[in-house]
DNA sequence: GCATCCTCCTAATCATGTTAGGCACTCCTA
DNA sequence: TAGGAGTGCCTAACATGATTAGGAGGATGC
């Protein structure tokens, strides 16, 4: 039955276990690159062999899932960090506010970023449950730029994709620099600039 | 001896092979997409057995290299072809231009773009004679903005991430539609007036 | 004509994701 | 408290992919 004790300590030593894998499985993504990323490398993480995590999770990809969530939904804590210590005041604080705590929460740890972007693993389609992070980011974002008066969801389009843009060109091709970043105040004062014509 | 008629017939056919086998290789992700492009399906469609690819090339990661030159070679073709066409007249007119070539040529052939990003593909990274015709383009570009008056290299990389940016977001959020495309216009102008303070 | 080289082949190896099947331990229940 | 169900891990094996080893056959050059 569910709901007794034992079923409930059951259940949670399962949910314990996996998230030791998918724990493991960051540490490998961090410290050897998401291709190094193997179930036998995680399972000796762990002290099981690979085809063990299958009582845990469905497949490789399922793994992978699970960090997508987990990505999203820390990068929406690291924005509520980031508003509760400086409170925006103005659109332009905003703006300024979320696509930096975003730019550095991407760049700080490339192998999360390129999760977060499913299309950098071939044959990876997050689940709708591991995509609802990632929508509740944006929802989010979307929701604190109202309150500024940005409710155009052209105008949030564009933003979020000027921020991507600089984000990718600054792990492209200055990886641990900040080459990108240092353009990035400008791209969005010159955003904000055109938002009020 | 190098120079001799013979010689010169053994290059060609070795030349026409390897061109054989990178054209097979397009094929097949255009086709079906990067992730099918594997030795065998190549080897097939050139009429070969996998090992045999290695008479050609080093390691798949080299065939990739081939077509990473391909594809830099005909962005910039297709550069030129534009401009040829629609000789810009104003910094305006390149940015919108350049932008909207650069974007369409992209967003055309999914497997091409991630090509050209190399980062998409875990463990590759193109050799420098490959990369040179990447260089080369952005040379181009740098080239003919420099005849509008945009020289400073921090506005040319604020350019691309942004055009990046919005191709990166059309691929990922909206594959065969437009909505990203329809932005591209909108911020190209606000760039250029922001260029003009 | 003969030696050489070049291209392609088959067979085998290694790494990876995944499936099959079995053993042991835990936990519930009679 | 003994037995039975279910769970979690194991070993063995398989499929597919890149790659290497080694050899056969034909073109090329003397």
Known sequence: ML???????????????????VDAAWEVARDEGLAQVTLRAVAERVGMRAPSLYSHFASKHAIYDAMFADAWTECGRAGREAEAKHPPQSLRDAMHLYA???FDFCVVDLARFQLMNQRTIPGFEPSPESYAPAVA???????????????????????????????DAQLANDPGGDRWRRLLDHAIDMYVDSLNH
């Open 3 to 21: 709901g007794t004790p034992s079923r409930n300590r059951q259940t949670e030593r399962r949910e314990a276990t996996r998230r030791e894998i």
């Open 100 to 102: 930096a705590t975003f």
């Open 137 to 167: 980011v944006l929802d989010e974002l979307r929701d604190r730029l109202a309150t500024f008066g940005v409710t155009r969801l052209e105008d949030i389009d564009l933003y979020t994709a000027i921020v991507g843009g600089l984000i």
